[in-house]
T-cell receptor, first 112, second 112 residues
């Protein structure tokens, strides 16, 4: 069945440090892996995504890595800033069922 | 461009009452989705639509119905509300199926 596990559930880092959030999935046919950021009281917004034909993608301080063999992918935020504090969700597009399945989310707190 | 809009923003219902949530998008997207968000559980797909006149069940469809009579609108109905349906409801739309989803601002529903 469809299963997306996200760890850790909460993460506190000092401003300037790096943060890493990891997700694992079960459907080997999955080929699209987005990450969403949701600030308190706001809507989720896409911050980066990766498709299964690449192993890594970077956008300034944010990067995503994908290991299709092991069925896991990770979000890396470098030089964290207080405005990075939010809930981050990974998601996996499941070919079976034709839908996006979200992880439970990670609360990231950046302490200044 | 308003993007994705939802009405109402907040609603309180008594058990057994009915209501309809409206989602509208002005991006000419084919795909539209309804999610519910509960603490610690991420976003769970209720129903979705792959085009005008079509609907399909997601992960948690029980107790909800949907309609997509016009391409730009996707309605979510609760026929007989239950306290377990207390949640924040997000609508989203996308151009393609495995593609960025744009979320509305959410509707906070409380069922007493």
């Amino acid at each position: 069945g469809e299963n997306v596990e996200q760890h850790p559930s909460t993460l506190s880092v000092q401003e300037g440090d790096s943060a890493v959030i990891k997700c694992t999935y079960s459907d080997s046919a999955s080929n699209y892996f987005p990450w969403y950021k949701q600030e308190l009281g706001k809507r989720p917004q896409l911050i980066i995504d990766i498709r299964s034909n690449v192993g890594e993608k970077k956008d300034q301080r944010i990067a995503v890595t994908l290991n299709k063999t092991a069925k896991h992918f990770s979000l890396h935020i470098t030089e964290t800033q207080p405005e990075d504090s939010a809930v981050y969700f990974c998601a996996v597009f499941m070919e079976y069922g034709n839908k996006l399945v979200f992880g439970a989310g990670t609360i990231l707190r950046v302490k200044s | 461009n308003a993007g994705v809009t939802q009405t109402p923003k907040f609603r309180v219902l008594k058990t057994g009452q009915s209501m309809t949530l409206l989602c509208a998008q002005d991006m000419n997207h084919e795909y539209m989705y309804w999610y519910r968000q509960d603490p610690g559980m991420g976003l769970r797909l209720i129903h979705y639509s792959v085009g005008e006149g079509t609907t399909a069940k997601g992960e948690v469809p029980d107790g909800y119905n949907v309609s997509r009579l016009k391409k730009q609108n996707f309605l979510l109905g609760l026929e007989s509300a239950a306290p377990s349906q207390t949640s924040v409801y997000f609508c989203a739309s996308s151009y393609e199926r495995a593609h960025e989803q744009y979320f509305g601002p959410g509707t906070r529903l409380t069922v007493t």
